[in-house]
């Protein structure tokens, strides 16, 4: 579990830490595309901090409940996307730029997991895989 939470806590911080590089570039070019890549990228790295607790959270519990749930939290998730996809949209409907910075905020969080997935970096160095240094 404590492998999860340390992943989960990095993957959160440089999930935002990208949202605001992200959000900064992109109101250099445009100020609605700004705050669609910050928008959707909060409203990943949310919808993903959301989903690893849960995950957490079932890991004790028995097969038969972790169906339900995970498609309940999934639906939600969804859910979430497409509220957050229709206030891009409503930011700029002529030219779709806000849409288009929250589908690619969006994005961001998988971007950071992918990172974090092959590079290793949320996991403990062999210094200190048992707790004391060698």
């Given at each position: 579990?404590?492998?999860?939470?340390?992943?989960?806590?990095?993957?959160?911080?440089?999930?935002?830490?990208?949202?605001?590089?992200?959000?900064?570039?992109?109101?250099?070019?445009?100020?609605?595309l700004g705050?669609?890549?910050?928008?959707?990228?909060?409203?990943?790295?949310?919808?993903?901090?959301?989903i690893a607790?849960?995950?957490?959270?079932?890991?004790?519990?028995?097969?038969?409940?972790?169906?339900?749930?995970?498609?309940?939290?999934?639906?939600?998730?969804?859910?979430?996307?497409?509220?957050?996809?229709?206030?891009?949209?409503?930011?700029?409907?002529?030219?779709?730029?806000?849409?288009l910075g929250?589908?690619?905020?969006?994005?961001?969080?998988?971007?950071?997991?992918?990172?974090?997935?092959?590079?290793?970096?949320?996991?403990?160095?062999?210094?200190?895989?048992?707790?004391?240094?060698?």
């Amino acid at each position: 579990m404590e492998t999860l939470r340390r992943f989960r806590l990095l993957a959160v911080r440089l999930g935002l830490l990208m949202t605001a590089v992200a959000a900064f570039g992109g109101f250099a070019f445009d100020s609605v595309l700004g705050k669609g890549l910050l928008g959707g990228g909060i409203a990943g790295v949310l919808a993903f901090w959301i989903i690893a607790r849960q995950t957490e959270k079932l890991a004790n519990l028995p097969r038969e409940k972790i169906h339900s749930l995970t498609y309940r939290w999934t639906a939600l998730r969804l859910l979430f996307y497409g509220v957050v996809l229709v206030w891009g949209y409503r930011l700029d409907p002529d030219s779709l730029r806000g849409l288009l910075g929250v589908a690619a905020g969006l994005f961001i969080i998988q971007l950071v997991v992918v990172f974090l997935g092959i590079t290793g970096w949320d996991l403990k160095t062999g210094d200190d895989v048992d707790g004391k240094d060698r």
